[in-house]
């Protein structure tokens, strides 16, 4: 598109990767905004990197322009209207070869070919530690590229905290009210398994605040005869009902990690720990026991205030990384400002719960454990 002067505009290529996370439209309506009033486009990516690598697929295109009337009433709008995906990390991409075998090939280089064809001047990666990874590869490969982090799990290094987070967490919160009183009610254990692949922070955040008896994280490999132990305890003291709250992460001691399936081309799917916990429990305390999963439930719904302002804030700070000639760093909040981080560096671990940081600490006060 050519300005009224006749000189080609600043063109922004928004992308959104990873699983989804409540506040992705804030960030998209914040960039597409902050980009409008400095007077470059902006345009959306389809489904991560997808867009590019497969425009067939999409019969408008896999690259879109956004315009104010596309971001017009999706701030509180659960997950991304550009859309997104899990499958296929440009990195690793599983291809199938001439011998029918599925084999994983980079594909980065086609996607800084793609970007220059479509004549996007720099790029804005909304996503996850593996979004972050791609985007790290990108600016090595010459892209002008600003990652913006989002996680449900918190589990992004660099920034106090993604958005997100705290949607998942209050959702969880009210789930946990909501479980207690049926608990009391029919004197049963019931347990509660919440999104958590690396980091327990929803459960443990949660499970504080919603009055979880013990909280399993994979942090924190547990015995099940202590969990047990303390469903007893509290019998004997004339309490017949417990909640444990269970990241789907979490590990038994000498054990492993519950996989439900591991496709190349995406992470293992986790799942089915709070089904075995739920068994294990009824078994060794001989109550009864249900189970509740909360799973994606995690992930949908409007961002909560907190959330809506960080993805706002984090929008607007890509934007003005860009004009201030940065690339290859993620925006993070560093209370109470916003500052950039190298993307190497937020990618480098994972940003797990400490074992000796407060809310353990204070879980433990309380009374909570954790099964070690
Ligand atoms: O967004 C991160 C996460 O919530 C993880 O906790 C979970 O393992 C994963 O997404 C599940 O993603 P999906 O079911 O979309 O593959």
Redesign the pocket.
């Known amino acids: 598109m050519i300005n009224r002067e006749g000189t080609p505009r600043f063109r922004v290529g928004i992308s959104t990767g990873?699983?989804d996370?409540p506040g992705l439209n804030a960030v998209i309506r914040a960039v597409v905004l902050s980009s409008l009033h400095r007077g470059w486009e902006c345009h959306g990516i389809r489904d991560g990197f997808h867009g590019i690598l497969a425009p067939k697929q999409y019969p408008n295109g896999g690259v879109i322009p956004l315009y104010r009337d596309s971001v017009r009433g999706i701030t509180h709008i659960g997950g991304t209207i550009i859309g997104t995906t899990?499958w296929g990390n440009p990195l690793h991409y599983p291809t199938t070869g001439s011998d029918g075998q599925v084999y994983e090939r980079d594909r980065s280089d086609e996607i800084v070919n793609g970007l220059a064809a479509h004549g996007l001047d720099a790029v804005i990666s909304i996503g996850?530690d593996g979004s972050m990874t791609i985007a790290a590869a990108l600016a090595r490969k010459g892209v002008r590229i600003i990652g913006v982090p989002k996680?449900?799990?918190n589990d992004l290094d660099g920034t106090v905290v993604t958005f997100g987070f705290d949607t998942a967490l209050a959702f969880a919160t009210e789930c946990l009210d909501r479980l207690l009183s049926t608990a009391q009610a029919h004197q049963r254990v019931i347990v509660v398994e919440v999104?958590?692949?690396y980091a327990g922070w929803i459960a443990l955040n949660a499970g504080i605040s919603g009055s979880a008896n013990a909280i399993l994280i994979p942090e924190i490999p547990y015995d099940i005869n202590k969990v047990a132990a303390k469903i007893k305890k509290r019998e004997a003291d004339g309490r017949c009902y417990s909640i444990v709250v269970v990241a789907?992460?979490a590990t038994p001691a000498g054990g492993d990690v519950s996989v439900v399936e591991h496709e190349l081309g995406?992470?293992k799917?986790?799942g089915g720990i709070g089904e075995r916990i739920a068994h294990e429990l009824q078994e060794l305390t001989s109550r009864e026991t249900r189970l509740v999963v909360l799973g994606?439930l995690?992930?949908g719904g409007s961002p909560t205030t907190f959330d809506r302002l960080l993805a706002l804030r984090f929008g607007a700070a890509a934007t003005r990384a860009i004009e201030e000639g940065q690339s290859g760093v993620m925006v993070a909040l560093d209370p109470p400002g916003v500052r950039y981080v190298p993307l190497e560096e937020a990618t480098k671990r994972m940003k797990t719960v400490p074992l000796d940081c407060d809310s353990v600490r204070t879980a433990r006060d309380l009374g909570i454990v954790f099964g070690d």
């Open positions: 990873g699983g996370a899990n996850g996680t449900i799990d999104m958590g692949r789907e992460g995406r992470d799917r986790l994606h995690l992930r």
